[in-house]
């Protein structure tokens, strides 16, 4: 990619927040319109919870990151947690994250995938997961304007402070009440809730409206 095509997809980006009122479905629509990838995610780091999708391009992707979100490890995750890109070349062979590698197994998942971190100096606010339906390795190149990508995606994020989705909406409410019924700490709900979407086979999403619905018993144990 030399720099006129990466000043190209760039502008592309810095339009569709602009013309699409910062909506992040249609950042990771052009993402996959711009560069050579098929899908493309957009998380945010939550306070208790970290890496939750706020924005993908489809629903295998949906599933994909909600497997991750429930799991509370993965690409994502770590892209976070150490401020660089993570490169996967081929989903069927991760071994560096147990229940995520599981989530992956289960959905079949194949192809590649890159996440980079969402950040604004030393703030990281999310990440951005792009896949490839063909797994191999990420060039630099692609690599790059990737991080340019989430660098505006991140510059939007604080300047519209954008409110979460209902699903997110949803498992704070869940994990509120979670603590205040079971007497817990803050974190200790949040890993109670956790525990109980895996446990139940759900995801962190699905796990949480039950229990608002007073569908699952907050007096359960793990």
């Given at each position: 990619?030399?720099?006129?095509?990466?000043?190209l997809v760039t502008e592309r980006v810095r339009s569709a927040l602009r013309l699409g009122g910062g909506d992040l479905f249609a950042v990771c629509e052009t993402s996959v319109q711009a560069l050579p990838v098929q899908r493309a995610a957009v998380l945010i780091d939550e306070p208790h919870l970290g890496a939750q999708p706020w924005a993908?391009?489809?629903?295998?992707?949906?599933?994909?990151?909600?497997?991750?979100?429930?799991?509370?490890?993965?690409?994502?995750?770590?892209?976070?947690?150490?401020?660089?890109?993570?490169?996967?070349?081929?989903?069927?062979?991760?071994?560096?994250?147990?229940?995520?590698?599981?989530?992956?197994?289960?959905?079949?998942?194949?192809?590649?995938?890159?996440?980079?971190?969402?950040?604004?100096?030393?703030?990281?606010?999310?990440?951005?997961?792009?896949?490839?339906?063909?797994?191999?390795?990420?060039?630099?190149?692609?690599?790059?304007?990737?991080?340019?990508?989430?660098?505006?995606?991140?510059?939007?994020?604080?300047?519209?402070?954008?409110?979460?989705?209902?699903?997110?909406?949803?498992?704070?409410?869940?994990?509120?009440?979670?603590?205040?019924?079971?007497?817990?700490?803050?974190?200790?709900?949040?890993?109670?809730?956790?525990?109980?979407?895996?446990?139940?086979?759900?995801?962190?999403?699905?796990?949480?409206?039950?229990?608002?619905?007073?569908?699952?018993?907050?007096?359960?144990?793990?």
């Amino acid at each position: 990619m030399d720099v006129a095509q990466f000043e190209l997809v760039t502008e592309r980006v810095r339009s569709a927040l602009r013309l699409g009122g910062g909506d992040l479905f249609a950042v990771c629509e052009t993402s996959v319109q711009a560069l050579p990838v098929q899908r493309a995610a957009v998380l945010i780091d939550e306070p208790h919870l970290g890496a939750q999708p706020w924005a993908t391009t489809d629903e295998w992707t949906a599933s994909v990151e909600s497997a991750q979100a429930t799991a509370g490890e993965g690409p994502a995750f770590e892209t976070i947690a150490a401020g660089m890109p993570i490169v996967l070349t081929d989903l069927r062979g991760i071994d560096r994250w147990p229940a995520y590698a599981t989530a992956m197994r289960r959905l079949s998942a194949s192809g590649a995938m890159l996440a980079v971190p969402l950040r604004t100096g030393a703030i990281r606010l999310g990440a951005l997961d792009l896949y490839r339906d063909a797994a191999g390795e990420w060039p630099p190149a692609l690599v790059a304007v990737a991080e340019q990508i989430a660098d505006l995606i991140a510059e939007h994020l604080v300047a519209a402070n954008s409110a979460p989705p209902p699903t997110s909406t949803l498992i704070h409410e869940a994990a509120g009440l979670v603590i205040a019924y079971r007497g817990a700490g803050i974190a200790d709900g949040y890993e109670w809730l956790r525990a109980e979407a895996q446990r139940r086979d759900l995801s962190l999403a699905d796990c949480a409206e039950r229990i608002v619905d007073h569908a699952i018993p907050l007096n359960s144990r793990h």
